[in-house]
């Protein structure tokens, strides 16, 4: 019976026929993964009890790899999604690695994924014209695609596992400051008042933009949940905003601070009518009742570059940069990593902590420059 071998980290297949010259025949799996050895290990030994496949005649390596299943980088990235789909993942996850795959194939073509080798991967995944952070998601989806392929079977060894990660983006992200976020709203309100004075807006249009900016930073609401917001999500009783489903797709709440409240008041009078399924943050000129929330997001972080850039700020502020402002305020005021994680519904208190230890590094620089 044909043996698995593992030798150096790597396995083997070891044939024996007391007829053949030399008896025994080891065949390199090329891979030093255990279940992928295991297939390919099975593979061979069927092929072989059914006269395929001779170990010391054929190349294994070409037998093996005609031997597996190799779809299309298309095909196999639906089946991939349509797998993490089943498993539970969120719509934003699952967003994200379409994005990512989607622009993996557009980079190389829709190859056959057996023929995908790490140079691919090095192209797409060290690209220095995007961000650390871009090169650093694109290679952790496609660890996780390739894994899954090696998983099931559909190639015999990860390109990936040849390839260094890209370093990982910065600790600290880049929080907006409150005179910042100042600078930003006082951009649309010229913008509003100019154009108001042209008669060429409405009562209301563009300002609400400042709302939403300001709300942002008052309540650390993420982008997409902002996008959701409807009146019927404002309990003025227990002071909470409910979010029907948060990015792992759970229901949470949000305190209701006071200068929320009073963003919520200038959103009212933006509008003269405000029913319970109206969207909260909205141009007096959108549908009220419907939206596109992909389309609103990629339209609003737009316009918070426009302000942002007119106001001459940094690019490294984002639109993500209120939600980084909301907790660096937080630390910076000496609250916990814990106050930190429940308000800002953080899913680890490790998130929390960057910013308490962000806050204390700022502090040490103070300090250390009174007394140098």
Not at 153 to 178: C, H, K, L, W, Y
Request: charged residues 30%.
């Amino acid at each position: 019976m044909p043996s698995l071998l593992k030798q150096d980290h790597r396995y083997y297949s070891q044939f024996y026929d007391s007829d053949r010259k030399p008896n025994r025949k080891k065949v390199p799996l090329k891979t030093s993964r255990k279940r992928s050895a295991k297939q390919a290990h099975r593979r061979l030994v069927d092929a072989w009890a059914t006269g395929e496949f001779d170990p010391w005649r054929d190349n294994p390596q070409t037998f093996r790899e005609q031997g597996v299943q190799s779809p299309t980088l298309s095909v196999a990235s639906s089946q991939f999604l349509d797998a993490k789909e089943t498993e539970g993942l969120s719509s934003r996850t699952l967003n994200s690695y379409r994005g990512r795959l989607s622009g993996f194939r557009s980079e190389v073509g829709d190859k056959t994924v057996h023929t995908i080798g790490p140079e691919d991967i090095e192209a797409y995944c060290k690209d220095q014209n995007v961000s650390t952070s871009t090169r650093h998601t694109r290679f952790r989806v496609l660890r996780s695609f390739f894994g899954w392929l090696e998983e099931n079977g559909a190639i015999s060894e990860r390109p990936t596992e040849s390839v260094t990660p890209p370093n990982r983006p910065q600790d600290f992200p880049r929080p907006v400051s409150e005179d910042e976020l100042e600078q930003i709203c006082e951009a649309v309100r010229s913008d509003y008042e100019q154009k108001k004075e042209m008669n060429g807006v409405r009562q209301g249009d563009i300002i609400w933009r400042e709302r939403a900016f300001r709300w942002s930073y008052l309540t650390g609401m993420r982008l997409e949940e902002i996008a959701r917001l409807r009146w019927t999500h404002i309990d003025d009783a227990k002071g909470l905003v409910l979010i029907p489903e948060n990015k792992s797709g759970r229901p949470q709440t949000v305190p209701l601070i006071r200068r929320a409240v009073k963003v919520l008041g200038d959103a009212k009078k933006d509008h003269k009518k405000t029913e319970a399924e109206y969207f909260v943050f909205r141009s007096p000129r959108a549908n009220p009742t419907e939206r596109n929330i992909g389309s609103w997001k990629r339209h609003h972080t737009t316009k918070f570059t426009h302000y942002r850039k007119k106001a001459g700020l940094s690019d490294e502020i984002t639109h993500h940069s209120l939600r980084h402002g909301t907790a660096s305020r937080l630390a910076e005021a000496g609250k916990t990593a814990t106050t930190i994680k429940e308000f800002l519904r953080h899913s680890s208190i490790d998130t929390s902590m960057k910013y308490v230890r962000m806050s204390n590094e700022q502090l040490r620089n103070e300090v250390d420059s009174v007394f140098s």
